[in-house]
């Protein structure tokens, strides 16, 4: 018989497409794309979700703000979770996210300069109305910001290569540590102490860095797709049928449905210093400012290992280690009197991980979907924050009757059942080989 000539080996596919267009200048647009987010975690310091906007709300209405607190979590994750889905597929073959990001980076600043105004004429109102008007301006700061965050999941996408987004999340974060940390305790000490704060200066401060963020955008490069041209690509499938044809995407869904847990209590932690360890207007800032320099240090440490070992492993220990949190503050109460009061503060070194979290899931949800899926896949994850958070007013009632202390305890276990689903989604780098790369980025 005569044998007939192997055919040599082709290589195996990989699951998810790399982008194929590299960018032109690699090395200006990491840097633009830095600063950006420098300039806007500084604007971002004057709004901590964990101190300063649950503060300024218990200002407005006064005593028994509990339920009313309780509201934060959802109009802040509804307004960047479910908001974002009516404008996904626009943004997914949009020629210029980069200006859709600069122009929602500049409307950013407006609800801010309404939160200043609030602080300087709602608390003489009386009424209440000031703080529904807070409510009211905070959900639309909130929808804003999540199609910013759409467009910008788009722009990194395009500009930024998968194995360096990692090292994009150190540089912005841990560089704009840096003048956050100068700005708050420059701006901050004295501003935020009842009962006659200058919550207004605080505000202004946070819109003025918005505003410079915005222009940074209007440097970036547009005009230019990668992927398909927008005028030629077929419409993609809705979120539904994206789940269904991405297991590890629905994985990363359920992973971040059971993380919000974390997220509903951060507006309670400074309350709970506040009413049960008679903490609150000289520690304010010192919170700020931990929690400040907690996130800029762990972003070294993240970004590396998100580059060098991949999202999967890095995002489950970020989890993990977010999880201390509330076991510290469910500890405290059983501390000798006035050690808990001198401990607390430890609590917001690992609270400011709530805050990188959801920045690396957005970064690995981009690994497990081809480019023109990007800003679906985005609004996904922004989703799976956002929809456990319809029973974030409850929760603030049961705090409020039974105490914070339970509730700690079980948002711990929904964490660590957040890093385990994570064993379900493949590592895309795995089927890569070797991994996609922007063009002259390594050099």
Known sequence: MDARPESPPQPRRPAIEPDRTPSPNPRRDLALVAIHQILFRVGWLFKTESVVIPGFLDYLA?????????F????SRVGQGAFPLFFARRLEHSRHASLTLGVTTLLL??????????????????NGG???AFLAAYFVFSCLYGIYQLAFGVVQGRLVAPDRRGRLLSLSTFWGTVPAVLMAMWLLPGRLNIPDPRYEE?????ALFLWLASLVCFALPRGRDRGRDASVSRPRDGVLRLLQRRGGLRWLLFSTLAYSVALILIPHYQAFARDHLHLGNAQRGGWIIAQSISVGLFSVLVGRLADRRGNRV??????LVSALSPIWAGLLPGLPEGWAAKAFWVT???????????????????????????????????MGYTLPLAASPLVGWVIDHFGFVPVCWSASAM???????LLFVPEPREARHPPSRVVGYDE
Do not use: H
């Open 415 to 421: 964490i660590a059942l957040s890093a385990a689903l």
């Open 62 to 70: 006064g005593p028994g703000a509990g339920w009313l607190r309780g």
């Open 314 to 319: 890095t995002l489950g220990g970020l989890i």
């Open 130 to 132: 000031a703080a529904i």
């Open 109 to 126: 600043a407006g609800p801010m300069l309404l939160f200043s105004a609030l602080a300087l004429f709602g608390k003489d109102s009386g």
């Open 348 to 382: 917001f070194i690992t609270l400011g991980l709530t805050t990188l979290v959801p920045r690396l899931a957005g970064n690995f949800a981009l690994e497990l979907v081809s480019p023109e899926e990007y800003s679906q896949a985005t609004a996904i994850v922004q």
């Open 72 to 75: 934060l979590p959802v109009l």
């Open 202 to 206: 605080v505000f202004l401060a946070g």
